[in-house]
Structures are given as C-alpha cells and as structure tokens.
C-alpha cells in the first residue's frame, strides 16, 4: 500500500477543487492536502476508503455545513479504517435528529490532531466499536450541542481505548465538554473549562466507567453550570464496562459555581478511586464514593493561582500546593507521575522537575510567564 500511496491536492489551481472530490478519487493510504485559501463551504460528504490521511496545509481550511450534511449525520461521516484528520475547521452541522455533528466515525481508528471543531450539533460523535482506538490530540472543540443535553462536545461510544490529550474542550451548549464509554480512557493534559457564561453539564464523564487514566487536567466549572457534578463516573451502571478503575492524578479543579460535586462516582463499582495530588478548590464535596483513597490533595484556601480570571492557574511563588504532592506510582500498569502540563490554547510541553512533585496540573518555576500565557 505505502509504495502506491499518492497526494492528492485540493485547492485553488489544483487538480481538485473540493475536499470531497479528492476524497472520492482517493485510494487506501493516499494523503490528501486541503489548502487554506479554498473556499469550501457546503462540501459534506461520507468515505468507506480506510488509511487515508487529510491534512489541512498553508493554514487551516475551513469546512462549513451551509446547510449541507452527508446522510443526515455529519460534515464527514468516515466509515473507512484508520483515518488520520490533521489541520482542519469543522462547522456548523446541524440535522433534522439532532445529532449533525462535524465528524461521525464509524471505522475501526481516528486520529484527530490540530483541528478546531465548534458550532455543530455534536463535536465528534464516534459508535459503539470493538477493536477501535480512537486518538484526538491538540484539538479546540467549542459551542457543540444542539441544546437537549444529549450532545456533546466529543462524544465517545464503547471503542476499545480513548486517547485525548493536550485538547480545550469549552462551552458545550447544555451537553458534556467531554463524554466517553470507552473501555480504557487515558485522558491528559487538557483543558475542560467552561468560562464565563457557560453552560455544559459535566466537564468529563464516562457513564459507563471503563479503565481511566485522569491525569494533569484543568478542569473548570462556571457559576453558570446546567449540572453541578464535575467529573462523572459510572453513572449508567447498565452499560458498564468489565474493569473499572478510576486513577485521578495531579489535576487543578476548580469550581466557580461555589457548591456541588469535584467526583461524582457511581455505586455500582466497588474499587476504591485513586485519587492523588489533585487541587480542589472552590468549594463542594470532593466525591461521592466512601471509599476513594485521597492522598496528598489540596482542598483548603487560595491555592495562589496565578491569574485565576484568566483561567490561568499555574501557581505563584509562596502557594500551599509547591512541593507537596507524593509520588503517585502506578495504576494497572501505567506509570501514574503527569510528565507533561497543559499549555493554552490547545498544546503542551514537559513537567519541569523542581525539587518535590507539586500538587495540581502544573508545577511551579521560576519563569512562571513562559508556557503559553502573557503577564497583565
């Protein structure tokens, strides 16, 4: 397949003037460049071809539905296997069910990487699929959900393994900022906010629990919640998945609504969560699950924030939470310690190492202003 690979190219002058028509001619494994300066809106359409790759070049194109859909689901609906997006803007899908989101993945395999989604009914909305493992990275996904509560941001049906790291999941309408059944979620180094004005439900659940890595996250709730519950797990015991372990590690909660729930966790499990060196602050109980083992966190006053108005909470020299986090070992295999923090918007770079491993999403140095955020 790699030796007959070809490119396709998209774009003003090229020989394709619309994703879509690339797409169509496309064959197993070919790349597909979409040039920015094309003008693309309205071009839906629905793939079975699997390995193809469709990267965004000379900027990101914008693909708007204008009012089209492709088969009354989505912007793209891939049924092809192991497809990799990179560089693209979806938007504006909206369908008669309600569900019009700007990808709806129905293939074994995704790969998400450096996209904006905003302003469609659902995000990404993937099905229920075994042996699928489905990986966003460096994504925004902004003012998704059509308003009834049951769509989302990124909604993530029973694949085998979640990947979603160094995302900015904001402002779902009503819905979730993220939701997964996977069987296996490793969930780091995003941020899940939802700012000024906003008013999404969970910032992350897994209704159906699963085996779930939630490590070095900001997670923010504003005044202006529809739910009050942050973190949601197991919560649809129906659905539950066969291993549920919830390992919560070095994130930054911060609850702006003053009062509620940081782990909402479902009676159906009976393994204790793991939840170490997290901040939680703003006020509300920390979980619901008697037996969770609480090490190390920090739930008292101003954990000194550097610019909490901001949504920047990196902390200031003198703050509680500085060289007071325990080594949090291993879970079910994976090493536990966050390695990398979230950078804004939707990027990362690697943990410093100063002195003892500090409590919260981020560890405090020096140059405090250096990752991604600009001093007032």
């Not at 891939?78 to 709806?104: K, Y």
């Amino acid at each position: 397949m790699a030796a007959s690979a070809k490119t396709l190219l998209v774009g003003p002058g090229q020989a394709y003037s619309k994703p879509c028509a690339a797409i169509a001619a496309a064959s197993a494994g070919d790349t597909i460049q979409v040039d920015a300066a094309g003008s693309y809106a309205g071009d839906v359409c629905a793939w079975s071809t699997s390995g193809l790759t469709i990267r965004g070049v000379n900027g990101r194109p914008h693909i708007a539905a204008a009012g089209n859909n492709a088969q009354g689901k989505a912007i793209w609906v891939i049924a092809g296997d192991n497809t990799t997006i990179d560089n693209v803007e979806l938007s504006g899908c909206t369908v008669p069910d309600g569900n019009g989101a700007g990808i709806r993945q129905e293939g074994h395999g995704l790969t998400l990487l450096d996209s904006y989604i905003h302003d469609n009914q659902d995000g990404i909305l993937a099905g229920d699929l075994s042996g699928s493992t489905i990986d966003i990275e460096y994504t925004e996904f902004f003012n998704n959900g059509a308003g009834d509560g049951q769509t989302h941001n990124v909604y993530i049906n029973h694949v085998d393994t979640l990947i979603f790291k160094y995302n900015w999941s904001h402002h779902a309408v009503i819905g979730h900022l993220l939701k997964s059944r996977a069987r296996q979620n490793i969930v780091m180094y995003n941020r899940l906010t939802g700012e000024a004005g906003g008013t999404e439900s969970y910032e992350a659940s897994f209704p159906s629990g699963g085996l779930t890595y939630f490590i070095g996250n900001i997670v923010e709730q504003p005044a202006t919640t529809d739910n009050s519950a942050m973190l949601d797990y197991l919560s649809e015991p129906a659905t539950a998945n066969a291993n549920n372990q919830l390992f919560v590690i070095n994130n930054t909660f911060v609850n702006d609504l003053g009062h509620g729930t940081f782990m909402q966790i479902g009676s159906a499990t009976t393994v204790p969560v793991v939840a170490t060196n997290n901040i939680f602050y703003g006020g509300g109980t920390l979980g619901t699950q008697a037996s969770t083992v609480f090490t190390s966190n920090y739930s008292g006053g101003s954990p000194m924030f550097a610019n909490p108005a901001n949504y920047d909470y990196r902390l200031l020299a003198g703050s509680p939470a500085i060289d007071q986090g325990a080594n949090p070992g291993s879970g079910a295999g994976l090493a536990l310690t966050p390695t990398q923090e979230y950078v804004q918007p939707a990027s990362g770079m690697p943990r410093p190492v100063q002195g003892r491993l500090d409590i919260g999403a981020y560890e405090f140095y020096d140059t405090i202003f250096a990752n991604g955020f600009e001093a007032n």
